[in-house]
């Protein structure tokens, strides 16, 4: 082939992407590599507005209960603020956040805080998983026997992260401040599940585990779930990173690629760049 004919990124390959919020920017950046979207949107963040969950975990946290709170998203710090702010003055909630560990993983959280003038004691670093949470909190010189710890969840609770925290001596509360549900039109996604059986896509690109949940969801109304899972095995599958790539392997679905680091723009750059080699491996039995 001519150098100037010569194909880059995803030569055409047909990709899944079950972004939701960011659905048109990920759309954007396969094209940009080469690939053919299709876009398949598998949720929606429902903020819990009358969450009694976070309005407990306020009660303890003003009343000094608290010695740690874990922030495990930024979006779920901000909803989480937003609840507490419908009982208290934000001045004062971030009076008892000051009182207490906080813990960030990763950026986004981070940034939150930083904006209400907050600096975490712990900013998880990279890959954020819930093993580098537990790492990064035995680090600290303070002692976790006996200490309540708060945890700001989203989507579906991390057992593991909380285990880790109880066998560390931790009173552990869970405070949920949204959930995943499926999107109001699930069209798309029902779509895309039945192209990935019919292998008329060669790309899946996971940027959560709530997606594989949501996907598999669809799939078991649509009483597909074993033909699905054997379509992704002649599929390249992508997780962003290993938090989300745990739960799949976890949920029976495998993972070909994890990118360097756990950004969608890296995913997708990433991915593309070795696609082929890796769709030709799957479906000729070698990977």
Do not use: C
């Amino acid at each position: 082939m001519p150098r100037s004919e010569k194909k880059t990124g995803f030569e055409g390959l047909r990709v899944v992407t079950f972004e939701s919020r960011r659905a048109a920017e990920m759309a954007h950046l396969i094209e940009r590599a080469g690939g053919r979207p299709m876009v398949a949107p598998s949720m929606r963040e429902v903020p819990l507005l009358h969450n009694t969950a976070v309005l407990d975990f306020g009660v303890r946290l003003m009343g000094k209960e608290i010695g740690m709170v874990i922030f495990l998203t930024g979006v779920g710090t901000r909803f989480m603020m937003e609840v507490l702010e419908s009982r208290w003055a934000r001045e004062g909630i971030l009076s008892g956040l000051r009182q207490t560990i906080l813990v960030a993983r990763g950026p986004k959280p981070v940034s939150v805080l930083h904006e209400w003038g907050l600096k975490p004691a712990v900013a998880v670093p990279e890959p954020n998983t819930w093993k580098d949470v537990l790492d990064a909190i035995d680090r600290l010189k303070q002692s976790r026997q006996g200490m309540t710890i708060a945890v700001q969840e989203y989507g579906i609770s991390n057992t593991a992260l909380l285990d880790g925290l109880r066998a560390r001596g931790a009173q552990v509360v869970p405070v949920p401040v949204y959930r995943w549900a499926l999107p109001e039109d699930t069209e798309p996604l029902k779509r895309a599940v039945t192209a990935i059986i019919n292998a008329e896509v060669e790309v899946v690109l996971f940027t959560n585990a709530a997606q594989a949940d949501h996907m598999l969801r669809i799939a078991e109304e649509l009483n597909v779930v074993e033909k699905l899972k054997q379509g992704l095995k002649k599929t390249v599958v992508a997780s962003v990173g290993p938090t989300a790539a745990e739960h799949l392997r976890d949920s029976g679905l495998p993972v070909d690629f994890e990118p360097s680091h756990s950004k969608m723009g890296t995913l997708v750059k990433e991915t593309a760049e070795r696609a082929t080699a890796l769709l030709e491996r799957k479906r000729a039995g070698t990977s």
